[in-house]
């Protein structure tokens, strides 16, 4: 039997036992953010900066200083913190001639509540 030949809403156990997976369902603007959040962290190297600069003891971290952690150039590392920040997952401050970042919490609680069984 293929998955499309499983008769799943038929059986009133798999309805019974089951509650809904989420409490509301998305509004089209906050399901739109949360995509263009979803896809800027679905590369690998963007996913290690946020979890860098999440971690990060200070709360904000010079972009010159994730250069070696990332195992990326300066313009790469640059280019990926650019996607994060305009998902909105980041935020950035020019300090001098260093541009400074930091992940935005808000965002962070948003995209794990939209995962989390609520």
Same mark, same amino acid.
């Given at each position: 039997?293929?998955? =499309?030949?499983?008769?799943? *809403?038929?059986?009133? @156990?798999?309805? $019974?036992? /089951? #509650? ?27 996913? =290690?900066?946020?979890?860098? *600069?999440?971690?990060? @003891?200070?709360? $904000?971290? /010079? #972009? ?42 808000? #965002? ?11």
């Amino acid at each position: 039997m293929t998955v =499309r030949e499983l008769p799943v *809403l038929d059986q009133p @156990e798999a309805v $019974a036992c /089951c #509650a809904p997976l989420a409490s509301t369902v998305l509004s089209e603007p906050d399901a739109e953010t949360l995509a263009r959040q979803f896809a800027a962290l679905a590369d690998p190297v963007r996913l =290690r900066l946020v979890s860098l *600069l999440a971690t990060a @003891e200070g709360g $904000a971290v /010079c #972009a010159c200083d994730l250069v070696e952690p990332a195992g990326r150039t300066q313009g790469t590392v640059s280019s990926h913190l650019g996607k994060l920040r305009d998902a909105g997952i980041v935020v950035s401050e020019k300090r001098g001639r260093n541009v400074w970042y930091a992940v935005v919490p808000a #965002a962070l609680e948003n995209l794990r509540g939209a995962l989390a069984q609520r």
